[in-house]
Nanobody, 116 residues
């Protein structure tokens, strides 16, 4: 059974930094991407960043230059380093794994709150 466990959320002032981690247990084959999504109150869930098996990355325009996604070599853990945080980054952040076959797995979410 696949599980994704997130950690690292919290409360931070605008301009501060947080680092999110997501560790998976269970085998997923073939893995396509690991990534982070977020959902703010009253809004739809949106892509933040993804990293592929080969290490290529993709970012939402709103976080480019501020957030960095990375993962270990075997893609069991994925990180999201968030710098220069803004109040509009406040949301529940979800870890996501997608397989080549189209299956998706989600973590339980971790709250990030940025105060102005």
């Amino acid at each position: 059974q696949v599980q994704l466990v997130e950690s690292g959320g919290g409360l931070v002032q605008a301009g501060g930094s947080l680092r999110l981690s997501c560790t998976r247990s269970g085998n997923i084959f073939p893995l396509n991407t690991m990534g982070w999504y977020r959902q703010a109150p009253g809004k739809q869930r949106e892509l933040v960043a993804t990293i592929s098996r080969s290490g290529s990355t993709n970012y939402a325009d709103s976080v480019k230059g501020r957030f960095t996604i990375s993962g270990d070599n075997v893609k069991t853990t994925v990180y999201l380093q968030m710098n220069s945080l803004k109040p509009e980054d406040t949301a529940v952040y979800y870890c996501n794994i997608a397989t080549i076959g189209g299956w998706e797995y989600w973590g339980q979410g971790t709250q990030v709150t940025v105060s102005s």
